[in-house]
Each structure stands twice: as structure tokens, then as C-alpha cells.
């Protein structure tokens, strides 16, 4: 197996608080700080979100913008910055595409089941995929369970999702209870899969990274950070996100699988 791993980083997501752990970054300062560290223990790509002065998630382009500068401020272009459409139940369909294109950024995720509503028409769907693929916007589709995964195929196979290099994540445990995740929640998504895109996984709780080392046996790549868990594989809280990633990067090497450059990501998924 050599297609080189990419190691994401996911350091604070939509609803970690200080309160949960010390070292959520929070501001744009915290995040470029943390991009740092986690590019130096082997991350090729931070997936950031940005937050109000209050702490509660916000998606605005300006924010967005804000963040990305104080990121390659601190890592050049050693890094691929991801932004997110993420509704946290906060924001609306029509809202999440509009700060997409008000960014303009280099990457992206967007949750499929968050923009495939009722009151979407799929031509609506179409022209924002197609918007992310002459943009090269690199983008990433969540999905959360096979439903999603088969909404997707049947998206691509009507052509209202138009061909390009998508890139998939597989979020794992997120209906389970608890919502704690094991590396079996992977396989039905693989069994759903047809190959046709690569993917990464992200996983709730301490079995994250046997989560992460599941996928890169089997060719995937891996989300890590305190988005979705705050401990290291012993059990015993993470100190940083950078512990997150650096015990992914010591299991690659244990599997004999290198790591992805930010370069390599940007050769497979942009044009």
C-alpha cells in the first residue's frame, strides 16, 4: 500500500468548550498555533472551524478568511486549510452554500444530509456542486451512514453531482450509544462503498485511533482532534490535538504506510 496517508487534523469543531479541555483553540491566534504543532507532529491538512466571541459556532466568510491568513501566516502552504459548511442545527442550507462561496477557499467539507433537504431543488444542489468544481474547491462529502452514502451514488449516477475528485469522509458512531465509535462501525460503509472516491473516517471517543489505524490498513485516511475526542488511545487525556496526530503517525509507521505532504493532497484533489 503506497498511496501516502492523509492525516487531518480536526482541533475544535462546533461545540468544544475550554471547559472540556484547556487547549481548544478558539480564536484564530489559537488556531494557527495549534496548525503548527500538529503539522510538526504529521498532519497535511487542519479541518477548522470558526467561532463567535461567545465561543458558539459561526460560519462567515470574513471569520473564515481571518483564520485561513493566521494559518498560513504560521505554516506557509505546509498545510491544507479545510473550512466547513457545518449547520451545527444552527445555520440553514441556503446559508451554508452562500459562506462557500463567500470564502472561496482552498478546501472545503460539506454534509451531504445538511444541504439535501426538501426545500432544496436538486438544481440548486447541482449548481453548488458545480460552483466547488470549476472553483477548485477541494471538497470533502460527509456522509454518516450508508443512507447517505447511497443519497450520494445516486446524486453522482443522475449527474446532479458532476463528476470530479471528491473526497469522502465516513463519520463512524455518530447514531451509535453514546455515541461512542469502533472500528467495525467502518465496515458498512466499506461494504456500501464503490471505490470510486477516496475516503477518510472520524471516530467519537477513545478508540479513535484504532478507528484511524482501521482505515489506513485498508487504504483510507484518518480525521483526528479534540472535534470528536479528547483522549489518547491508553485511555488518559490528550494533552494537545498534536498528541491525536502523532499517535496516528506513529501506527503509519507501524503499517509501513508513508504520510501525505500538503503537496501530495493538493496533486490528488486539485487541478
Not at 505554516?75 to 445555520?91: D, P
Not at 446559508?95 to 438544481?123: C, D, F, H, N, Y
Not at 446532479?160 to 458498512?188: C, E, H, M
Request: proline share 6%; charged share 15%; net charge negative.
Amino acid at each position: 500500500m503506497n498511496t501516502p496517508l492523509i492525516i487531518t487534523v480536526a482541533p475544535n469543531g462546533a461545540y468544544k468548550t475550554r471547559e472540556q479541555h484547556p487547549e481548544v483553540p478558539l480564536t484564530a491566534a489559537d488556531l494557527a498555533q495549534t496548525a503548527k504543532e500538529c503539522l510538526d507532529s504529521g498532519a497535511s491538512m487542519i479541518h477548522m472551524h470558526v467561532r463567535k466571541p461567545d465561543g458558539k459556532h459561526l460560519l462567515d466568510a470574513s471569520a473564515y478568511i481571518e483564520a485561513t491568513a493566521a494559518v498560513r501566516k504560521a505554516v506557509g502552504q505546509e498545510l491544507v486549510v479545510q473550512v466547513t459548511t457545518e449547520a451545527a442545527q444552527v445555520y440553514q442550507p441556503y446559508e451554508q452554500m452562500r459562506v462557500a462561496r463567500e470564502t472561496a477557499p482552498e478546501a472545503i467539507s460539506v454534509g451531504l444530509r445538511e444541504i439535501l433537504k426538501p426545500e432544496v431543488p436538486e438544481a440548486d444542489i447541482q449548481s453548488f456542486f458545480t460552483w466547488l468544481k470549476q472553483s477548485n474547491v477541494m471538497t470533502q462529502v460527509i456522509l454518516y451512514d450508508v443512507a447517505d452514502v447511497q443519497a450520494w451514488q445516486r446524486l453522482l449516477a443522475s449527474g446532479v453531482i458532476p463528476a470530479n475528485k471528491w473526497f469522502l469522509l465516513f463519520v463512524l458512531g455518530r447514531y451509535s450509544a453514546g455515541q461512542t465509535s469502533s472500528p467495525i462501525d467502518l465496515l458498512p460503509f466499506l461494504n456500501a462503498h464503490d471505490d470510486a472516491h477516496p475516503w477518510a473516517m472520524c471516530a467519537f471517543g477513545p478508540q479513535e485511533n484504532a478507528c484511524a489505524m482501521a482505515a489506513a490498513s485498508l487504504g483510507g485516511h484518518a480525521r483526528v482532534g479534540f472535534e470528536n475526542n479528547l483522549f489518547l488511545k491508553s485511555g488518559e487525556p490528550a494533552a494537545s490535538n498534536a498528541a491525536l496526530v502523532a499517535q496516528v503517525c506513529q501506527g503509519a509507521a507501524a503499517l509501513g504506510r508513508p504520510l501525505a505532504t500538503a503537496h501530495d493532497i493538493r496533486g490528488m484533489f486539485l487541478n
